[in-house]
């Protein structure tokens, strides 16, 4: 019986190309052409490589940030995306933001997690393994943190129902979003409990982390970087920039972001944090499937006794990092140029840059939906020239 064709046969993106093309009676002319080479991605980012995809850049900004520990600076935000009026969107924002001294933002470090789950013969071993835990936590620091120099245990939490026994690991894991070397520092760990205890590790990532899906524990807790932003806008310029008043945005956000969540059962209480997320992660190389945890947080506003709006926005749970992933790629490292990052060191000003988009974006969509142009954003900035003019 003749062996059927497997694209690991192929020791190259062109002849896997190659092959997909004759067997598929197709031409991938696009997806051939890439900035970076095979050597920088193999084994590393991707498997049965053909090529890459594009996503249109675009930079809005400069927006200036500041925190407690910084002075004011202005920075250009990359989003990559193929949604009309969000790069336009952002840039509105910026402004408002920028004209009125700038966005206030702070980042903590919370840290990359990852929640094993063992099987104990019940309540009374796990209980027993909790508190061995707290009174050899030197140790077990000492076995995680064995296969690397750039992670420290930070604590353990837990939780147990029945036989099974949940181990939340909370590690710093400084520029990395780190959770490569988080698996690997628990399965370490879990190695020394299953001798220790007679027990079995189920699973290393046993969904207590809780990893790439939106929850209340992380919303609670935070993961990876905490971030808050907030400006303060003289109500003038809201009306100059953003065509409205700041009683209608902060009539919106208690409508729309409060009430219209709590309605849904939403675990994000904002506009639109994901799309900023989205676009700012494809072009830095951050891993994309953690925009759902970057959907959480909460959006506020308040029309303060003078007239003018306060606006915030809290992210519980950012998971990013400056090295790592696929932040190394030639692409990807351009695009953190933009935003004045090398990447060692600055994992605390990304997240920083992070928060004055989001901040920047909801303010100025839900402006828009206070000055009820939203639809109409869209028919001129979202659609091309073959497109219907209504929606």
Known sequence: MKKQISLR???????????LEKQLNIHLDNISQFSFTEEQVKGRNIENLIGATQIPLGVAGPIKVQSEKCKVKSYYIPLATTEGALVASASRGCKAISESGGAYVEVETVGATRGSVFVTSGIRQSRQIIKWLENNFKLIAKVAQGESSHLKLLKIDSSLVGKNLFLRFCY???????????????????FLLEKQFKIKCVAVAGNYDIDKKPAWLNFILGRGKKVWAEIILKGKLVKEILKTTPEAIAEVVYRKIQIGSAMAGSLGFNAHYANVVAAIFAATGQDLAQVSEGSLGVTTAEVLPNGDLYFSVFLPDLMCGTVGGGIHLPGQQEALKLMSLKGPGDSIKYAQIVGSAILAVELSLIASLAEGTLAKAHQKLGRGKGDKKSI
């Open 9 to 19: 046969d192929f020791n190259s993106a062109q002849k896997r190309r190659q092959f």
């Open 172 to 190: 710093d894991s400084q520029d990395a979003m780190g959770l490569n070397m988080v698996t690997i520092a628990n399965t370490n760990v879990a």
